[in-house]
């Protein structure tokens, strides 16, 4: 079965400094891979997502994401935080094929102090 | 990217009523739809996935008498809650699948539906 670790439940960095949040998954063989933002009160909005090809992947909002097979991991790196990133982030992972349902780590809420 | 609505986006009933979330893609064919819990400070767990059609697959633990989900057409699911208890007050969100030019499958969410039983 697919899991997904997220070892961090909040994560406080200041505005403009980098950020990376962390994500280990577990599943046999090449997954799917994504990241969502999800603002107070609303809906997730894919991020980014990784399939094949690149392991470096871009995303939206200047976001950016790296695959590491050897280490089962899935960051999600932002070289400058903006206020407005305050949010909770979630990682998920799904099965490789043409049919999947990704299954989501428990989020990380990442705070901005000016 | 493709939209998916959800109504009402917050609701609030009493005790041992029922309440119908509507979940839609507005501009593609969802022939899979999702419907996903989500606890206060907690990650999403999927409840169940309806085809269009058929009968929806529950996951292990969801109630099917309790959550009854109807995906009659293409666009449109729907999730009632029955005979809603305070325990069922959560944010319920809905997620429609496309299947995307690259081959692989889209997942689009809709905003979420905060349901208050009191």
């Known amino acids: 079965a697919q899991s997904v670790t997220q070892p961090d439940i909040h994560i406080t960095v200041s505005e403009g400094a980098s950020l990376e949040l962390r994500c280990n998954y577990s599943?046999?063989?090449?997954?799917?891979l994504f990241w969502y933002v999800q603002s107070p009160g609303q809906g997730l909005q894919l991020l980014l997502k990784?399939?094949?090809?690149?392991?470096l992947v871009q995303g939206i909002k200047g976001f950016e994401a790296e695959f590491k097979r050897s280490q089962s991991s899935f960051n999600l790196r932002k070289p400058s935080v903006h206020w407005s990133d305050a949010a909770e982030y979630f990682c998920?992972?799904?099965?490789?094929?043409?049919?999947?349902?990704?299954?989501f780590g428990r989020g990380t809420s990442l705070i901005v102090h000016p | 990217g493709a939209v998916v609505s959800q109504h009402p986006s917050r609701v609030i009933c009493k005790s041992g009523t029922s309440v119908k979330i509507e979940c839609r893609s507005l501009?593609?064919?969802?022939?899979?739809m999702f419907w996903y819990r989500q606890f206060p400070k907690k990650s999403l767990m999927l409840m169940a996935t309806?085809?269009?059609?058929?009968?929806?697959?529950?996951e292990q633990g969801v109630e099917k008498d309790k959550f009854l989900i109807n995906h009659a057409s293409l666009t449109l699911s729907t999730l009632t809650v029955t005979s809603a208890h305070p325990e069922d007050s959560s944010f319920y969100i809905c997620?429609?699948?496309?299947?995307?030019?690259?081959?692989?499958?889209?997942?689009?969410f809709g905003p979420g539906t905060r349901l208050t039983v009191t």
């Open positions: 501009d593609f064919q969802a022939t899979t």
């Open positions: 309806s085809n269009e059609g058929s009968k929806a697959t529950y």
């Open positions: 997620s429609a699948r496309e299947l995307g030019t690259s081959g692989t499958y889209e997942q689009y």
């Open positions: 990784y399939f094949s090809g690149d392991t």
């Open positions: 998920a992972v799904g099965s490789s094929g043409g049919s999947y349902i990704p299954t």
């Open positions: 599943y046999g063989a090449t997954p799917y």
